[in-house]
């Protein structure tokens, strides 16, 4: 696995059908809070957007289950929506009001 700076996290390969394709989330370390990629998956991307859930460990050591989306601007991805520690929803309710909302407004 390929390591890049702190200030860009590290590559993370995930399985999409039979191929492994390398991300590298542009996670960021700022000046007294240092944070590390653990692992993360691509809820969507394009040219101009990229949405991610990404596992980030802290300088304490804590691990936090972050949702970020990125812009690209001038060539870079900026945050877009600030990191949100997500690890704490209750993912099953989610998936079950979007399948509820889903399939009463017939949205494929």
Not at 8 to 28: C, D, N
Not at 59 to 65: C, F, M, T, V
Not at 71 to 92: C, T
């Amino acid at each position: 696995m390929k390591v890049l700076n702190k200030e860009q996290g590290r590559s993370v390969s995930r399985m999409e059908g039979k191929e492994a394709e390398k991300e590298e989330y542009p996670v960021k370390s700022y000046e007294g809070f240092e944070q590390k990629v653990l692992d993360g998956h691509t809820i969507y991307k394009s040219s101009k957007r990229w949405i991610a859930l990404v596992v980030v460990e802290t300088n304490s050591g804590r691990r936090e289950l972050r949702l970020y989306s990125w812009e690209m601007r001038k060539g870079e991805w900026k945050v877009a929506l600030a990191s949100q520690n997500v690890g704490f929803w209750d993912w099953d309710a989610i998936t079950g009001k979007v399948r509820e909302l889903k399939e009463k407004y017939a949205i494929t």
